[in-house]
Protein backbone atom coordinates (compact mmCIF):
# COMPACT_ATOMS: atom_id res chain seq x y z
CA UNK A 1 0.00 0.00 0.00
CA UNK A 2 1.61 3.39 -0.50
CA UNK A 3 2.31 5.87 1.62
CA UNK A 4 0.83 9.34 2.22
CA UNK A 5 4.02 10.79 2.78
CA UNK A 6 4.84 9.75 -0.77
CA UNK A 7 2.16 11.84 -1.82
CA UNK A 8 3.91 14.99 0.32
CA UNK A 9 7.76 14.99 -1.14
CA UNK A 10 8.83 18.65 -1.67
CA UNK A 11 5.72 19.89 -0.37
CA UNK A 12 6.38 23.15 2.14
CA UNK A 13 2.82 24.13 3.20
CA UNK A 14 0.01 21.45 3.87
CA UNK A 15 -3.77 21.74 4.46
CA UNK A 16 -5.68 19.01 6.54
CA UNK A 17 -9.27 19.22 7.05
CA UNK A 18 -12.50 17.33 6.75
CA UNK A 19 -16.58 17.94 6.75
CA UNK A 20 -18.88 20.01 8.21
CA UNK A 21 -19.76 19.38 11.47
CA UNK A 22 -17.14 17.37 12.48
CA UNK A 23 -17.58 14.03 14.21
CA UNK A 24 -15.03 11.72 15.90
CA UNK A 25 -13.60 10.07 12.84
CA UNK A 26 -13.70 13.17 11.39
CA UNK A 27 -11.79 15.15 14.54
CA UNK A 28 -9.40 11.90 14.88
CA UNK A 29 -8.51 11.48 11.28
CA UNK A 30 -7.76 15.44 10.55
CA UNK A 31 -5.42 15.42 14.03
CA UNK A 32 -3.72 12.39 13.80
CA UNK A 33 -2.50 13.40 10.18
CA UNK A 34 -1.67 16.93 11.77
CA UNK A 35 -0.06 15.80 14.19
CA UNK A 36 2.01 12.85 12.01
CA UNK A 37 2.75 15.75 9.07
CA UNK A 38 4.21 17.71 11.66
CA UNK A 39 6.64 15.19 12.70
CA UNK A 40 7.61 14.18 9.75
CA UNK A 41 7.63 17.29 7.32
CA UNK A 42 9.64 19.37 10.05
CA UNK A 43 10.38 22.09 7.51
CA UNK A 44 6.92 22.25 6.13
CA UNK A 45 3.88 24.30 7.90
CA UNK A 46 0.85 22.04 8.48
CA UNK A 47 -2.68 23.69 9.15
CA UNK A 48 -5.44 21.92 10.44
CA UNK A 49 -8.89 23.94 9.67
CA UNK A 50 -12.24 22.09 11.04
CA UNK A 51 -15.59 23.93 12.50
CA UNK A 52 -14.77 23.88 16.32
CA UNK A 53 -14.57 20.91 17.69
CA UNK A 54 -16.67 19.87 20.44
CA UNK A 55 -15.38 19.74 23.99
CA UNK A 56 -15.07 16.36 24.47
CA UNK A 57 -12.06 16.16 21.91
CA UNK A 58 -9.85 18.57 23.90
CA UNK A 59 -8.10 15.10 25.49
CA UNK A 60 -6.41 14.97 21.64
CA UNK A 61 -3.23 16.47 21.86
CA UNK A 62 -3.16 20.29 19.77
CA UNK A 63 -6.26 20.15 19.57
CA UNK A 64 -6.27 23.99 20.17
CA UNK A 65 -4.55 24.49 17.01
CA UNK A 66 -6.95 23.55 14.70
CA UNK A 67 -8.10 26.61 12.87
CA UNK A 68 -11.64 27.59 12.66
CA UNK A 69 -11.55 30.50 10.91
CA UNK A 70 -11.01 30.06 7.28
CA UNK A 71 -8.74 32.25 4.97
CA UNK A 72 -9.37 32.00 1.68
CA UNK A 73 -6.78 33.44 -0.36
CA UNK A 74 -4.67 30.59 1.08
CA UNK A 75 -2.64 28.82 -1.59
CA UNK A 76 -0.96 25.52 -0.59
CA UNK A 77 1.06 22.95 -2.01
CA UNK A 78 -0.74 20.39 -0.69
CA UNK A 79 -4.76 20.06 0.67
CA UNK A 80 -5.49 16.39 2.46
CA UNK A 81 -9.94 16.25 2.68
CA UNK A 82 -10.35 13.65 5.14
CA UNK A 83 -13.54 11.51 5.57
CA UNK A 84 -15.31 13.64 3.08
CA UNK A 85 -16.23 14.96 -0.45
CA UNK A 86 -15.01 18.68 -1.25
CA UNK A 87 -18.91 20.12 -1.16
CA UNK A 88 -18.68 19.11 2.67
CA UNK A 89 -15.57 21.15 3.22
CA UNK A 90 -17.46 23.95 4.11
CA UNK A 91 -15.32 27.26 4.26
CA UNK A 92 -12.62 25.15 3.91
CA UNK A 93 -13.78 24.39 0.18
CA UNK A 94 -12.81 27.44 -1.19
CA UNK A 95 -8.77 26.72 0.05
CA UNK A 96 -9.24 23.36 -0.90
CA UNK A 97 -10.14 24.50 -4.84
CA UNK A 98 -6.47 26.65 -4.71
CA UNK A 99 -4.50 24.18 -3.13
CA UNK A 100 -1.91 22.88 -6.39
CA UNK A 101 -2.63 19.27 -4.85
CA UNK A 102 -5.61 17.63 -3.58
CA UNK A 103 -5.97 14.47 -1.68
CA UNK A 104 -8.69 12.99 -0.86
CA UNK A 105 -8.95 10.03 1.73
CA UNK A 106 -12.47 8.68 2.52
CA UNK A 107 -14.33 5.80 3.78
CA UNK A 108 -17.66 6.73 2.57
CA UNK A 109 -19.27 4.93 -0.29
CA UNK A 110 -20.89 7.88 -1.82
CA UNK A 111 -17.92 9.69 -2.45
CA UNK A 112 -16.49 9.04 -6.12
CA UNK A 113 -13.31 10.67 -5.29
CA UNK A 114 -12.85 14.57 -5.55
CA UNK A 115 -8.78 14.89 -5.64
CA UNK A 116 -5.79 14.81 -7.83
CA UNK A 117 -4.80 11.63 -5.50
CA UNK A 118 -8.13 9.50 -4.16
CA UNK A 119 -7.67 6.77 -1.60
CA UNK A 120 -11.71 5.81 -0.97
CA UNK A 121 -11.96 2.75 0.35
CA UNK A 122 -15.76 2.03 1.36
CA UNK A 123 -14.80 -1.00 3.74
CA UNK A 124 -13.42 0.71 6.38
CA UNK A 125 -14.62 1.32 9.36
CA UNK A 126 -13.25 4.52 9.31
CA UNK A 127 -11.02 7.22 7.99
CA UNK A 128 -8.60 6.82 11.03
CA UNK A 129 -8.64 2.96 10.36
CA UNK A 130 -7.29 3.91 6.31
CA UNK A 131 -5.40 6.65 7.34
CA UNK A 132 -3.16 4.14 9.84
CA UNK A 133 -2.08 2.06 6.96
CA UNK A 134 -1.05 5.27 4.92
CA UNK A 135 1.56 5.92 7.82
CA UNK A 136 4.82 4.18 8.86
CA UNK A 137 3.48 2.40 11.87
CA UNK A 138 7.26 2.82 13.62
CA UNK A 139 6.58 7.02 12.81
CA UNK A 140 3.35 6.63 15.18
CA UNK A 141 3.38 8.33 18.56
CA UNK A 142 1.03 8.02 21.45
CA UNK A 143 -1.14 11.49 20.86
CA UNK A 144 -1.12 10.44 17.11
CA UNK A 145 -2.49 7.05 17.97
CA UNK A 146 -4.82 8.35 20.50
CA UNK A 147 -6.62 10.49 18.18
CA UNK A 148 -6.90 7.82 15.40
CA UNK A 149 -8.32 5.41 18.17
CA UNK A 150 -11.23 8.18 18.51
CA UNK A 151 -11.81 8.17 15.22
CA UNK A 152 -12.17 4.52 15.18
CA UNK A 153 -14.21 3.78 18.18
CA UNK A 154 -16.29 6.86 17.06
CA UNK A 155 -17.44 5.41 13.69
CA UNK A 156 -17.86 1.87 14.61
CA UNK A 157 -19.78 2.62 18.32
CA UNK A 158 -16.63 1.23 20.09
CA UNK A 159 -15.89 -1.69 17.72
CA UNK A 160 -19.73 -2.90 17.77
CA UNK A 161 -21.12 -2.13 13.93
CA UNK A 162 -20.60 -4.66 11.34
CA UNK A 163 -18.02 -2.19 9.35
CA UNK A 164 -15.73 -3.49 12.67
CA UNK A 165 -13.46 -6.18 10.34
CA UNK A 166 -10.86 -8.32 11.80
CA UNK A 167 -8.27 -5.70 10.57
CA UNK A 168 -9.94 -2.74 12.23
CA UNK A 169 -9.25 -5.17 15.62
CA UNK A 170 -5.62 -5.55 14.86
CA UNK A 171 -4.56 -1.84 14.24
CA UNK A 172 -6.76 -0.89 17.64
CA UNK A 173 -5.13 -3.63 19.41
CA UNK A 174 -1.27 -1.83 17.89
CA UNK A 175 -2.89 1.48 18.74
CA UNK A 176 -3.35 0.57 22.42
CA UNK A 177 -0.48 -0.73 22.70
CA UNK A 178 0.94 3.08 23.14
CA UNK A 179 -0.50 2.96 26.34
CA UNK A 180 -3.24 5.76 26.69
CA UNK A 181 -6.16 5.41 28.60
CA UNK A 182 -8.94 3.76 26.28
CA UNK A 183 -11.54 3.25 29.36
CA UNK A 184 -11.76 6.64 29.87
CA UNK A 185 -11.58 8.04 26.14
CA UNK A 186 -14.36 5.78 25.33
CA UNK A 187 -16.31 6.98 28.39
CA UNK A 188 -15.54 10.75 28.12
CA UNK A 189 -15.75 11.44 24.64
CA UNK A 190 -18.48 8.53 23.64
CA UNK A 191 -20.59 7.55 26.42
CA UNK A 192 -20.74 10.66 28.86
CA UNK A 193 -23.07 13.24 28.17
CA UNK A 194 -24.40 15.95 30.27
CA UNK A 195 -27.97 16.37 31.75
CA UNK A 196 -29.38 18.62 29.30
CA UNK A 197 -28.19 16.21 25.94
CA UNK A 198 -29.83 13.11 28.13
CA UNK A 199 -33.04 15.10 28.40
CA UNK A 200 -33.31 16.03 24.84
CA UNK A 201 -32.46 12.43 23.80
CA UNK A 202 -35.02 11.45 26.17
CA UNK A 203 -37.30 13.70 24.89
CA UNK A 204 -37.01 12.78 21.22
CA UNK A 205 -37.00 9.35 21.96
CA UNK A 206 -40.63 9.80 23.76
CA UNK A 207 -42.25 11.59 21.12
CA UNK A 208 -40.82 9.19 18.53
CA UNK A 209 -43.60 7.34 16.38
CA UNK A 210 -43.26 3.87 14.58
CA UNK A 211 -44.32 3.19 10.79
CA UNK A 212 -44.28 1.02 8.24
CA UNK A 213 -45.78 -2.47 10.41
CA UNK A 214 -42.84 -0.86 12.93
CA UNK A 215 -40.36 -1.14 10.76
CA UNK A 216 -39.63 2.45 10.95
CA UNK A 217 -39.11 4.63 13.74
CA UNK A 218 -38.74 8.53 13.21
CA UNK A 219 -38.23 11.49 15.61
CA UNK A 220 -37.57 15.23 15.66
CA UNK A 221 -36.06 18.73 17.57
CA UNK A 222 -37.55 21.73 16.80
CA UNK A 223 -35.34 24.86 17.29
CA UNK A 224 -37.56 25.61 19.92
CA UNK A 225 -36.99 22.84 21.64
CA UNK A 226 -33.16 23.38 21.00
CA UNK A 227 -33.45 26.72 23.06
CA UNK A 228 -35.49 25.25 25.23
CA UNK A 229 -33.02 22.53 26.36
CA UNK A 230 -30.44 25.07 25.67
CA UNK A 231 -28.72 22.43 22.96
CA UNK A 232 -27.05 23.05 19.96
CA UNK A 233 -26.47 20.56 16.94
CA UNK A 234 -23.48 18.67 18.65
CA UNK A 235 -25.61 17.75 21.42
CA UNK A 236 -27.78 15.89 19.28
CA UNK A 237 -25.35 12.88 18.28
CA UNK A 238 -26.81 9.89 19.63
CA UNK A 239 -30.53 9.96 19.41
CA UNK A 240 -30.62 8.27 16.10
CA UNK A 241 -29.02 5.35 17.20
CA UNK A 242 -31.17 4.79 20.22
CA UNK A 243 -34.25 5.15 18.12
CA UNK A 244 -32.24 2.16 15.84
CA UNK A 245 -31.58 -0.10 18.92
CA UNK A 246 -35.32 -0.53 19.29
CA UNK A 247 -36.53 -4.76 18.29
CA UNK A 248 -37.64 -4.60 14.33
CA UNK A 249 -36.23 -1.63 13.54
CA UNK A 250 -35.21 -1.86 10.13
CA UNK A 251 -34.65 1.90 9.43
CA UNK A 252 -34.80 5.04 12.05
CA UNK A 253 -34.79 8.71 10.84
CA UNK A 254 -33.92 11.27 13.17
CA UNK A 255 -34.28 14.93 12.17
CA UNK A 256 -33.66 18.71 13.53
CA UNK A 257 -34.83 21.89 12.49
CA UNK A 258 -31.44 23.84 11.18
CA UNK A 259 -33.81 26.70 9.66
CA UNK A 260 -37.28 27.35 8.34
CA UNK A 261 -38.72 24.59 6.14
CA UNK A 262 -34.86 23.13 6.44
CA UNK A 263 -33.85 19.90 8.41
CA UNK A 264 -31.09 17.66 9.13
CA UNK A 265 -31.97 14.56 8.60
CA UNK A 266 -29.81 11.46 9.88
CA UNK A 267 -30.77 7.88 9.31
CA UNK A 268 -29.88 4.92 10.39
CA UNK A 269 -30.49 0.93 9.25
CA UNK A 270 -29.68 -2.76 9.99
CA UNK A 271 -28.16 -3.26 6.56
CA UNK A 272 -31.98 -4.01 5.21
CA UNK A 273 -32.49 -0.65 4.07
CA UNK A 274 -29.28 1.13 2.26
CA UNK A 275 -29.62 4.33 3.90
CA UNK A 276 -26.86 5.77 1.71
CA UNK A 277 -28.59 5.43 -1.37
CA UNK A 278 -31.56 6.72 -0.03
CA UNK A 279 -29.86 9.89 1.51
CA UNK A 280 -28.29 10.33 -2.13
CA UNK A 281 -31.61 11.06 -3.71
CA UNK A 282 -32.06 14.21 -1.59
CA UNK A 283 -28.40 15.10 -1.97
CA UNK A 284 -26.88 13.70 0.61
CA UNK A 285 -24.52 10.79 1.25
CA UNK A 286 -23.01 8.19 4.04
CA UNK A 287 -22.36 4.84 4.28
CA UNK A 288 -25.47 2.18 3.84
CA UNK A 289 -25.79 1.47 7.37
CA UNK A 290 -25.19 5.19 8.69
CA UNK A 291 -26.37 8.61 6.29
CA UNK A 292 -27.83 11.56 5.93
CA UNK A 293 -28.54 14.83 4.38
CA UNK A 294 -30.53 18.18 4.64
CA UNK A 295 -34.41 18.13 3.09
CA UNK A 296 -36.29 21.40 2.35
CA UNK A 297 -39.72 21.41 3.63
CA UNK A 298 -41.54 20.40 6.45
CA UNK A 299 -41.87 17.79 8.63
CA UNK A 300 -44.62 15.88 7.34
CA UNK A 301 -43.43 16.59 3.44
CA UNK A 302 -40.08 14.79 5.03
CA UNK A 303 -40.43 12.04 6.14
CA UNK A 304 -43.46 11.18 3.13
CA UNK A 305 -40.82 11.53 0.76
CA UNK A 306 -38.11 9.22 2.77
CA UNK A 307 -41.18 6.82 3.18
CA UNK A 308 -41.26 6.20 -0.83
CA UNK A 309 -37.42 5.25 -0.78
CA UNK A 310 -37.29 3.25 1.95
CA UNK A 311 -40.38 1.47 1.25
CA UNK A 312 -39.00 0.46 -1.82
CA UNK A 313 -36.24 -0.89 -1.28
CA UNK A 314 -37.73 -3.03 1.60
CA UNK A 315 -40.42 -4.52 -0.76
CA UNK A 316 -37.72 -5.11 -2.99
CA UNK A 317 -35.63 -6.73 -0.17
CA UNK A 318 -38.96 -8.91 0.53
CA UNK A 319 -38.91 -10.17 -3.15
CA UNK A 320 -35.65 -11.47 -2.29
CA UNK A 321 -36.31 -13.23 0.80
P1 LIG B 1 -24.75 11.39 11.03
O1 LIG B 1 -26.15 10.89 10.89
O2 LIG B 1 -24.05 10.76 12.17
O3 LIG B 1 -24.63 12.87 10.98
O4 LIG B 1 -23.99 10.88 9.72
C1 LIG B 1 -23.96 9.53 9.35
C2 LIG B 1 -23.02 9.35 8.17
O5 LIG B 1 -23.54 10.01 7.02
C3 LIG B 1 -21.64 9.97 8.40
O6 LIG B 1 -20.67 9.13 7.79
C4 LIG B 1 -21.73 11.30 7.71
O7 LIG B 1 -20.47 11.72 7.26
C5 LIG B 1 -22.69 11.04 6.57
N1 LIG B 1 -23.53 12.21 6.30
C6 LIG B 1 -24.36 12.84 7.15
N2 LIG B 1 -24.96 13.90 6.58
C7 LIG B 1 -24.50 13.95 5.31
C8 LIG B 1 -24.74 14.83 4.18
O8 LIG B 1 -25.53 15.78 4.26
N3 LIG B 1 -24.06 14.55 3.04
C9 LIG B 1 -23.19 13.49 2.93
N4 LIG B 1 -22.55 13.31 1.77
N5 LIG B 1 -22.94 12.66 3.96
C10 LIG B 1 -23.57 12.88 5.12
MN1 LIG C 1 -16.02 8.52 9.02
Not at 35 to 45: D, I
Not at 236 to 257: A, R, W
Not at 273 to 285: E, N, T, Y
Amino acid sequence: MMKIIDELKGAKTVAVSGHIRPDGDCIGSVMGLYLYLKKEMPEAQIDAYLEKPAEIFGCIDHIEDVKSEFNTDRVYDVFVALDTTDDRLGEAQAIYRRAHKKINVDHHVSNKGCGDVNIVEPERSSTAELLYELMDPEKVDVQIAKALYIGIIHDTGVLRYSNTAPRTLQITSELVKFGFDFSEIIEETFYERTYLQTQIMGRAILESVRFMDNRCIVSMVTRRMMEFYRVTPKDLDGIVNHLQSVKDVDCSIFMYETGTLEYKVSMRSNGKVDVSAVAMKFGGGGHVRAAGCTMNGTYHDNINNLSIEIAEQLKAAGKNT
